[in-house]
Structure formats: C-alpha cells, structure tokens
C-alpha cells in the first residue's frame, strides 16, 4: 500500500473522529439521549448522524433543551427510520439488477432512479425540518457556539484537504 494511501486513510479517520474526541455523557449528547448511542442511527448515517447533531454534544445544552432535543428526536425516528429502509431497498433492488443475468439498459432503472430521487428527497426534508425544531431550541450563544466550532472544523478539514491533495490520485500506488 502507498505511504500516501495510508496517510490519506489515517487523516480520514482522524477527521471523522474529531467530534468525538470530546468525551461526554448522555446526558450531554443528545444522539445518546435518543437512544441511538454515542455515534449516531447506525454510525454517520441520516440526521441522527449529522454534523449539525454531532456538532450540538458542544452546545452545553441546558436539562430542559436535552428534553427537548430528546421528544423532537423520538418523535422523529420512525420516520427517519421507514425512509433509510426504503433507500436500503432500492439500493438492493439496484445491485439485483445490475449484478443479475443478461442485459441491463438505463430504463430498466430508470423506476428505481425515480423511487430513490423520491426518498432521498423526503429524507433531506426530513433533516431539514428537523434541524430546524433542533435549532429553534438552542439560545442564540448556543448558534454563535456551533457556528464558530463548524468554522473551526471545516478549517482543519480544508488543511487536510490541502496536505494530502485532491485525493485523485489515490489509485497510484506510486505515490
């Protein structure tokens, strides 16, 4: 494996670790509050994995804005969770498809293209909504809080980004 495949590798996984290198409690993070533990609904997946939520464990949310946080959660879940289970099903349907016998056209998937356009859809006005009944809980020291902490990510990120390059070359395994 290339030094640069491996460093690229690690700095990923560093970066993907930073909202977590905080340590906090559940009574503090309020994915945990939720119920669906420290890292989210399955990992980084769907709002419950979002950088917006991920990024709220550093707004000291007060006891009454955990609650808060906590019923618009729940009360978001099935939701959330009959949406990721309809894309998981077209994302079979998809590989079914493609990896079946014979010959498979654009229109053959074409119904599935607009089943997933459909989901995912829902599914980002579904974060949308819910970010914003997030957001609606927190003070306006507590935005101020996010907003320079997203600053101070992206800025590490962009620093990655620009020690390791574009990433286009990661096939080389001359680098």
Do not use: Y
């Amino acid at each position: 494996m290339s030094h640069k495949l491996v460093i690229t590798a690690l700095s990923a996984g560093l970066l993907c670790a930073l909202p977590f290198a905080a340590p906090t409690t559940a009574a503090a993070d309020p994915m945990a509050m939720a119920g669906f533990g420290h890292h989210g609904m399955g990992g980084m997946e769907g709002m419950h994995g979002s950088p917006f939520l991920m990024l709220l464990s550093s707004a000291n949310l007060t006891p009454a804005q955990q609650q808060q946080v906590q019923l618009i959660l729940n009360s978001n879940k099935a939701q959330m969770e009959s949406l990721h289970a309809q894309l998981q099903s077209i994302h079979e349907q998809f590989a079914a498809k493609l990896l079946g016998q014979g010959s498979v056209s654009p229109s053959d998937l074409k119904p599935l293209v607009d089943q997933a356009a459909r989901a995912e859809a829902a599914l980002t006005e579904n974060m949308a909504n819910t970010a914003v009944a997030v957001r609606n809980v927190l003070t306006a020291e507590q935005v101020k809080k996010l907003a320079d902490m997203h600053r101070k990510l992206r800025s590490l990120h962009n620093q990655i980004r620009g020690l390791m390059g574009s990433g286009n070359d990661m096939g080389n395994a001359d680098n």
